[in-house]
Protein backbone atom coordinates (compact mmCIF):
# COMPACT_ATOMS: atom_id res chain seq x y z
CA UNK A 1 0.00 0.00 0.00
CA UNK A 2 1.31 3.72 -0.89
CA UNK A 3 1.00 5.55 2.22
CA UNK A 4 -0.99 8.65 2.11
CA UNK A 5 0.96 12.17 2.29
CA UNK A 6 1.22 13.91 5.86
CA UNK A 7 0.88 17.44 5.64
CA UNK A 8 4.48 17.89 6.55
CA UNK A 9 5.86 15.67 3.77
CA UNK A 10 7.59 16.50 0.70
CA UNK A 11 7.16 14.03 -1.49
CA UNK A 12 9.12 16.07 -4.55
CA UNK A 13 12.33 17.43 -2.99
CA UNK A 14 14.73 19.51 -5.09
CA UNK A 15 18.15 19.95 -4.29
CA UNK A 16 18.74 23.44 -3.02
CA UNK A 17 22.16 23.90 -5.16
CA UNK A 18 23.41 21.81 -7.44
CA UNK A 19 25.61 18.32 -6.37
CA UNK A 20 27.58 18.17 -9.00
CA UNK A 21 29.75 21.34 -10.85
CA UNK A 22 29.48 21.62 -14.56
CA UNK A 23 33.54 19.98 -14.46
CA UNK A 24 31.62 16.84 -12.95
CA UNK A 25 28.68 16.79 -14.65
CA UNK A 26 30.83 16.56 -17.92
CA UNK A 27 32.97 13.43 -16.52
CA UNK A 28 29.65 11.52 -15.76
CA UNK A 29 28.39 12.45 -19.76
CA UNK A 30 31.49 11.36 -20.60
CA UNK A 31 31.30 7.81 -19.06
CA UNK A 32 27.68 7.96 -20.15
CA UNK A 33 28.42 8.48 -23.74
CA UNK A 34 31.55 5.92 -23.87
CA UNK A 35 29.28 2.73 -22.54
CA UNK A 36 27.04 0.48 -24.89
CA UNK A 37 24.04 2.95 -25.74
CA UNK A 38 20.49 1.15 -26.36
CA UNK A 39 17.26 2.30 -27.50
CA UNK A 40 15.20 2.61 -23.74
CA UNK A 41 12.58 0.53 -23.14
CA UNK A 42 9.13 0.95 -21.09
CA UNK A 43 7.69 -1.82 -19.04
CA UNK A 44 10.34 -4.01 -18.20
CA UNK A 45 9.23 -7.59 -17.11
CA UNK A 46 5.76 -6.81 -18.35
CA UNK A 47 3.76 -8.13 -21.29
CA UNK A 48 3.35 -4.50 -22.79
CA UNK A 49 7.03 -4.08 -21.89
CA UNK A 50 9.54 -3.40 -25.21
CA UNK A 51 10.78 -0.58 -27.37
CA UNK A 52 7.01 1.81 -27.41
CA UNK A 53 8.02 4.99 -29.47
CA UNK A 54 4.62 6.33 -28.54
CA UNK A 55 5.90 5.91 -25.08
CA UNK A 56 9.46 6.97 -25.00
CA UNK A 57 12.46 8.11 -27.28
CA UNK A 58 15.85 8.23 -25.85
CA UNK A 59 18.77 6.17 -25.86
CA UNK A 60 20.47 5.14 -22.06
CA UNK A 61 23.38 3.34 -21.23
CA UNK A 62 23.96 2.04 -18.16
CA UNK A 63 27.09 3.18 -15.40
CA UNK A 64 28.71 0.19 -13.20
CA UNK A 65 29.23 1.09 -10.24
CA UNK A 66 33.17 0.54 -10.11
CA UNK A 67 33.66 3.33 -12.78
CA UNK A 68 32.43 6.15 -10.79
CA UNK A 69 32.81 5.28 -7.08
CA UNK A 70 32.61 8.75 -5.62
CA UNK A 71 29.71 10.21 -7.85
CA UNK A 72 27.69 7.18 -6.21
CA UNK A 73 29.08 8.09 -2.89
CA UNK A 74 27.97 11.56 -3.32
CA UNK A 75 24.78 10.92 -4.28
CA UNK A 76 23.78 8.34 -2.06
CA UNK A 77 25.05 10.84 0.87
CA UNK A 78 22.69 13.47 -0.50
CA UNK A 79 19.49 10.94 -1.39
CA UNK A 80 19.78 9.74 2.28
CA UNK A 81 19.92 13.73 3.41
CA UNK A 82 16.62 13.58 2.10
CA UNK A 83 15.14 10.58 3.67
CA UNK A 84 15.85 12.07 6.68
CA UNK A 85 14.58 15.33 6.23
CA UNK A 86 11.63 14.74 3.96
CA UNK A 87 10.59 11.13 2.88
CA UNK A 88 10.99 9.36 6.17
CA UNK A 89 11.52 5.84 4.70
CA UNK A 90 12.82 2.79 6.38
CA UNK A 91 15.53 1.22 5.25
CA UNK A 92 16.90 3.12 2.12
CA UNK A 93 19.49 2.30 0.27
CA UNK A 94 21.10 2.64 -3.30
CA UNK A 95 20.23 -0.64 -5.21
CA UNK A 96 20.74 -0.32 -8.61
CA UNK A 97 23.43 1.33 -11.13
CA UNK A 98 22.56 4.47 -12.60
CA UNK A 99 21.04 5.30 -15.88
CA UNK A 100 22.54 7.55 -18.52
CA UNK A 101 19.62 9.51 -20.74
CA UNK A 102 20.31 11.32 -23.68
CA UNK A 103 17.59 12.93 -25.13
CA UNK A 104 18.02 14.34 -29.05
CA UNK A 105 15.38 16.80 -30.76
CA UNK A 106 12.20 15.25 -30.70
CA UNK A 107 13.10 12.74 -27.85
CA UNK A 108 10.48 12.51 -24.57
CA UNK A 109 9.08 9.90 -22.03
CA UNK A 110 5.19 9.81 -21.57
CA UNK A 111 3.99 9.94 -18.09
CA UNK A 112 5.09 6.25 -16.01
CA UNK A 113 5.68 5.63 -12.54
CA UNK A 114 9.73 4.17 -11.57
CA UNK A 115 7.89 1.32 -9.45
CA UNK A 116 6.91 -2.01 -9.89
CA UNK A 117 2.87 -1.51 -8.30
CA UNK A 118 2.70 -5.39 -8.80
CA UNK A 119 5.53 -6.36 -6.62
CA UNK A 120 6.82 -9.10 -8.75
CA UNK A 121 10.74 -7.66 -8.59
CA UNK A 122 10.95 -6.99 -4.83
CA UNK A 123 12.22 -6.40 -2.73
CA UNK A 124 13.94 -3.90 -2.51
CA UNK A 125 10.90 -2.06 -3.14
CA UNK A 126 12.11 1.37 -5.35
CA UNK A 127 11.00 4.25 -3.25
CA UNK A 128 12.71 7.19 -4.26
CA UNK A 129 13.52 8.26 -7.60
CA UNK A 130 16.23 10.96 -8.45
CA UNK A 131 17.03 12.96 -11.67
CA UNK A 132 20.37 14.86 -11.91
CA UNK A 133 20.74 17.28 -14.71
CA UNK A 134 23.51 16.95 -16.07
CA UNK A 135 23.13 19.61 -19.21
CA UNK A 136 23.34 22.96 -18.82
CA UNK A 137 19.62 24.24 -19.40
CA UNK A 138 21.18 26.92 -21.99
CA UNK A 139 21.91 23.57 -24.56
CA UNK A 140 18.22 22.34 -24.92
CA UNK A 141 14.89 23.63 -25.29
CA UNK A 142 11.77 21.66 -23.77
CA UNK A 143 12.39 18.66 -21.99
CA UNK A 144 10.96 19.61 -18.86
CA UNK A 145 10.37 17.10 -16.11
CA UNK A 146 6.23 17.36 -15.14
CA UNK A 147 4.57 15.64 -12.51
CA UNK A 148 0.99 14.76 -12.12
CA UNK A 149 1.29 15.32 -8.56
CA UNK A 150 -0.02 18.93 -8.03
CA UNK A 151 1.78 19.93 -11.52
CA UNK A 152 4.60 20.52 -10.58
CA UNK A 153 7.17 21.04 -13.12
CA UNK A 154 11.13 20.77 -12.30
CA UNK A 155 13.14 23.59 -13.73
CA UNK A 156 16.64 22.04 -12.63
CA UNK A 157 20.45 24.19 -13.12
CA UNK A 158 23.17 21.69 -14.24
CA UNK A 159 24.09 19.97 -11.55
CA UNK A 160 21.14 19.68 -9.32
CA UNK A 161 18.89 16.61 -8.38
CA UNK A 162 15.15 15.87 -7.73
CA UNK A 163 14.27 13.19 -5.40
CA UNK A 164 10.62 11.99 -5.71
CA UNK A 165 8.43 9.43 -4.52
CA UNK A 166 8.71 6.60 -7.28
CA UNK A 167 5.07 6.33 -7.48
CA UNK A 168 4.79 9.52 -8.85
CA UNK A 169 3.62 10.06 -12.16
CA UNK A 170 6.02 11.62 -14.06
CA UNK A 171 7.33 12.45 -17.75
CA UNK A 172 10.14 13.99 -20.00
CA UNK A 173 8.47 16.51 -22.53
CA UNK A 174 9.53 16.34 -25.40
CA UNK A 175 12.68 18.17 -26.59
CA UNK A 176 12.42 20.84 -29.08
CA UNK A 177 16.04 21.95 -29.54
CA UNK A 178 19.35 20.72 -28.89
CA UNK A 179 20.12 17.80 -26.59
CA UNK A 180 19.53 17.12 -22.87
CA UNK A 181 21.39 14.68 -20.61
CA UNK A 182 20.54 13.71 -16.94
CA UNK A 183 21.17 11.07 -14.97
CA UNK A 184 18.74 8.56 -13.08
CA UNK A 185 18.87 6.90 -10.53
CA UNK A 186 16.60 4.96 -8.00
CA UNK A 187 16.67 4.01 -4.03
CA UNK A 188 15.33 1.26 -2.19
CA UNK A 189 14.24 -0.59 0.85
CA UNK A 190 11.86 -2.88 2.24
CA UNK A 191 8.65 -3.17 1.49
CA UNK A 192 6.08 -0.98 3.11
CA UNK A 193 3.57 -1.79 6.59
Not at 8 to 26: A, D, N
Amino acid sequence: MIPTEPTWKSYIVETTQPIFTPKQCQLVIDKGMSLKKEEAKVGIGRPEGGLDTKKRITTISWIPFKDMPEMYRDIEKTMLQANNNHFGFDGMRLTEIAQFTHYLTGGFYDWHMDNDVLGKNQPPVRKISMTLLLSDPATFEGGELEFMHKGKTAKLKQGQAIFFASWLQHRVKPVTKGERKSLVMWFGGPSFK
